[in-house]
């Protein structure tokens, strides 16, 4: 099983970015995928989840309105489309399989993950 991150960037305060996850060795036919992020000296924060199953999705308050998750399952992958960004969204942003129907998903653990892709917002 891979999860790879792309997309990750320097974009300044109220742009937007688009992270992607590419997953291989797993089908997402039937899987909960989360993005957690996690900045130098900060605890791991779950940011968003989707159930491949049904496109049910799930937001952490911070990033609820501004951040938006979808997936194509004929492509195995999963989006983060990031708005409104804020230098507090500066992150390492990585996805990760969870439980199916994104239970607790925010304290998961995240034995299949990605490494990763560093988002910055500054100006």
């Known amino acids: 099983v891979q999860l790879v991150e792309s997309g990750g960037g320097l974009v300044q305060p109220g742009g937007s970015l688009r992270l992607s996850c590419a997953v291989s060795?797993?089908?997402?036919?039937?899987?909960?995928i989360a993005w957690f992020r996690q900045a130098p000296g900060e605890q791991r924060e779950g940011v968003s989840c989707?159930?491949?199953?049904?496109?049910?999705?799930y937001y952490a308050d911070s990033v609820k309105g501004r951040f938006t998750v979808s997936r194509d399952n004929a492509k195995n992958a999963v989006y983060l489309q990031m708005s409104s960004l804020k230098p507090e969204d500066t992150a390492n942003y990585y996805c990760?399989?969870?439980?199916?129907?994104?239970?607790?998903?925010?304290?998961?653990?995240?034995?299949?993950r990605g490494q990763g892709t560093q988002v910055t917002v500054s100006s």
């Open positions: 990760a399989i969870v439980q199916y129907n994104c239970a607790a998903y925010d304290s998961s653990a995240t034995d299949y």
């Open positions: 060795g797993f089908s997402l036919g039937y899987a909960g």
């Open positions: 989707i159930r491949t199953s049904d496109g049910s999705t």
